[in-house]
């Protein structure tokens, strides 16, 4: 099993649309959770992170199940500008323990919003 | 510009040949992380460093490559003798705590003819 799935999309939708992405994780002691976005050929970027008690941003909400291992992202009222790739992300502890974490990310999954 | 800086943007090289690519972290930044992204790919994690101590490393890198941070603030991914295989974008990444979120630079593209 990968240690980060994602929804393999690729997910177009209409401008205005509401869309959601899940995500899930095998290691139960993940630290912290992040969703990133990455533009065509650019580096990823911090999108939000991600708490149990679920948080939003706008019109972004995110939302942790520790139980589960299940992590979300819902975008509503969609844009054009939302149009990229969107990366789950774990925080792990590195093999050589202390404070020590490495990000391990999914594949990503393509959004294109359409006018 | 405060972020993560890397250069250079692109490496074109011949197979056989060595690269060096170099990143300068958020300067407040003690933890640096070098990731290799592929086509299709989400970012895989490479080698981390906590000041100029390497503290972890990946399997994906080989004994062809290496990596250092001999003072604490900027790093140097090397490759070795470039196989077609390491055609990838190479990701550097920092952050002030481990459990915080890094940030990431532009990324240096490498293709191998």
């Known amino acids: 099993r990968k240690e980060v799935e994602q929804d393999p999309g690729p997910f177009n939708v209409p401008e205005g649309a509401t869309v959601a992405f899940n995500c899930t994780y095998s290691n139960s002691a993940s630290q912290s959770f ?24 706008g019109r972004f909400t995110a939302q942790l199940n520790r139980a589960s291992q299940y992590i979300s992202l819902l975008i509503r009222d969609s844009k054009l500008s939302d149009s990229a790739t969107y990366l789950c992300v774990v925080n792990m502890l590195g093999n050589s323990g202390g404070s020590n974490y490495k990000l391990t990310f999914g594949k990503g999954t393509l959004l294109t919003v359409n006018p | 510009d405060t972020g993560v800086s890397q250069n250079p943007r692109h490496k074109i090289t011949k197979r056989g040949q060595n690269v060096t690519f170099r990143c300068d972290p958020i300067s407040e930044h003690n933890r640096l992380y070098w990731y290799r992204q592929t086509l299709g790919q989400g970012p895989e994690f490479l080698t981390y460093f906590q000041n100029e101590a390497q503290l972890e490393k990946s399997r994906l890198l080989s004994d ?5 941070r001999p003072k604490g603030s900027f790093s140097t991914l090397e490759i070795q003798r470039t196989e077609q295989g390491d055609s990838a974008m190479y990701l550097c990444a920092s952050s002030s705590s481990g459990n915080q979120p890094q940030h990431f630079g532009d990324g240096t593209r490498l293709s191998i003819l």
Do not use: H, I, T
């Open chain 1, 34 to 57: 992040f969703w990133y976005r990455q533009d065509c050929r650019k580096e990823p970027k911090l999108l939000m992170s991600v708490y149990s008690s679920g948080n939003e941003d």
């Open chain 2, 64 to 68: 062809r490559f290496s990596a250092e």
